[in-house]
């Protein structure tokens, strides 16, 4: 079946600081990866995807690749800032593209 | 880019009474929505499959009677809760499938406090 795992929270860096959350994945066929961010009392925002292996995706300074090769997915940012203070989701979605599947969700805080 | 509204942002009700919470997709027109719940600091879990014309599909562990879905336009669906109770309280959210594009957009969620 199709699954995703993630770091756990919550993490807690000081400003500019160099940012990874791990996320792996398992899935038959071949998924689309996605990262959600969610915002205190807010929904979530697509932040960044790849559809295939070895694609990267980026977005306001944050990048992760598809590895198929480690089933993994990792978020990174080269300097966070106080405003990316939120909760990081990784997802999947199989090959119909309809339902996702969500990692636990991590907490990212970032102080001055 | 595509927009998917949800109404109301914030409910309060009384236990047993009913709410009733709309999915709608602004731009583009949705066969497919999805209703995710989540709890405080956890992540989403999928309660149910909303197939425009259709029934909806629920997954596993979430009571049809209690959840009521109906996606009745293509760019329409309803989430309602019935005879609430304080265990309902969560955050409710809904994604719509961009039929022509085969691409999911999220809703902002809708807050519910059963009291």
């Known amino acids: 079946g199709n699954s995703v795992t993630q770091m756990e929270g919550p993490v807690t860096l000081s400003e500019e600081a160099f940012l990874t959350i791990n996320c792996t994945y398992t899935?038959?066929?071949?998924?689309?990866l996605f990262w959600y961010v969610q915002y205190p009392g807010e929904g979530l925002q697509l932040l960044l995807k790849?559809?295939?292996?070895?694609d990267k995706g980026s977005n306001k300074g944050f990048e992760a690749t598809y590895r198929k090769e480690t089933t993994s997915f990792h978020l990174e940012k080269g300097s966070v800032q106080v405003s990316d203070s939120a909760v990081y989701f990784c997802?999947?979605?199989?090959?119909?593209?309809?339902?996702?599947?969500f990692g636990t969700g991590t907490s990212l805080t970032v102080i001055p | 880019g595509a927009v998917v509204s949800q109404h109301p942002s914030w409910v309060i009700c009384k236990s047993g009474t009913s709410v009733k919470i709309e999915c709608r997709s602004l731009?583009?027109?949705?066969?497919?929505m999805f209703w995710y719940r989540q709890f405080p600091k956890q992540s989403l879990m999928l309660m149910a499959t909303?197939?425009?014309?259709?029934?909806?599909?629920?997954e596993q562990g979430v009571e049809k009677d209690k959840f009521l879905i109906n996606h009745a336009s293509l760019t329409l669906s309803t989430l309602t809760v019935t005879s609430a109770h304080p265990e309902d309280s969560s955050f409710y959210i809904c994604?719509?499938?961009?039929?022509?594009?085969?691409?999911?957009?999220f809703g902002p969620g809708t807050r519910l406090l059963v009291l």
């Open positions: 994604s719509a499938r961009d039929r022509s594009k085969e691409t999911q957009y």
């Open positions: 899935a038959t066929g071949y998924p689309s």
């Open positions: 790849a559809t295939k292996a070895d």
């Open positions: 997802a999947l979605t199989g090959n119909t593209g309809n339902q996702f599947y």
């Open positions: 731009d583009f027109q949705a066969t497919t």
């Open positions: 909303s197939n425009e014309g259709s029934k909806a599909t629920y």
